[in-house]
């Protein structure tokens, strides 16, 4: 089980955005989709969430656990989000909502996909906050009273309350230090694999997909142009875009280690 995308084509507005994607992501897999900004990842995650713009027209296949999501109806599609896929944004600062406390934040889909009694939830809710390194007195705060790394932590709960087969991170860490993203994706990495779910990991920085992914797929203007393991893709890339994205990914991390030697003398919060 897990997601199996094979030949999806999506336009919007009648601009193609992409064009005969095939990619998948089984159960206990840590995929990587690795691509320059405006390639089509995000448009991915989209179409596999339901989440499509409205101008958008999709053919091809994309099968969650065996099932065929393309032609959905949307309260299908609906359904189906948070309870089959949790979505992990890339600033938990603005995808969290600020009016919720932390508590109700992670019970949301839990209210939303489940019958689950008030007692039990929160119940559920304490144990996922425990489980992602949230201290119980940050049950009533809300996201502003929380740092970056903490929001993502709440992200991460939310995204996981549900047990889903699929978890879908989309540029995770991008709004955080380099020490705080090392954290998170080493969360998120171990409750994947805990779960023995499936993961499929975006980003337009090998640096991170060479920790958090065994397989990725690089993806250039709505074309996989290159896959294969990570850490072959990292020693030898195949095609010019990859190359660019190693070389780029090279870079930042002598940066981040320069960087994260300087920092940890400061201690910032995480
Ligand atoms: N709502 C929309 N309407 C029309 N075009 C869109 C819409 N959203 C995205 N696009 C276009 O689709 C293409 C792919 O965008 P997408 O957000 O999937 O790229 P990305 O690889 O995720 O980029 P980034 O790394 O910057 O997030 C881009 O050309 C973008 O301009």
Redesign the pocket.
Known sequence: MGVVINDLNVA??G?P?LDGVHLDVRDGQRVGLV??????????S?AIMGLL?P?ATCTGSIALNGRQLVGLPDAELAALRGAAVGMVFQNPGTALNPLLTVGRQIALPLELHYDVSAGEREERVRAMMHKVGLADDLYKRHPHELSGGQQQRVGIATALITSPRLIIAD?PTTALDSMTQRHIVDLLVSLVDEAGAALLF?T?DFSVLAHATQYCYV?DA?HIVEQGRTSALLDAPRTPQASTLVSAARALTLHADTTSTEGTSTGGRR
């Open positions: 919007v507005s601009t955005i691509g320059p900004s405006g390639s089509g990842k995000s448009m991915i989209r713009p101008t540029e975006i337009h993806l709505g």
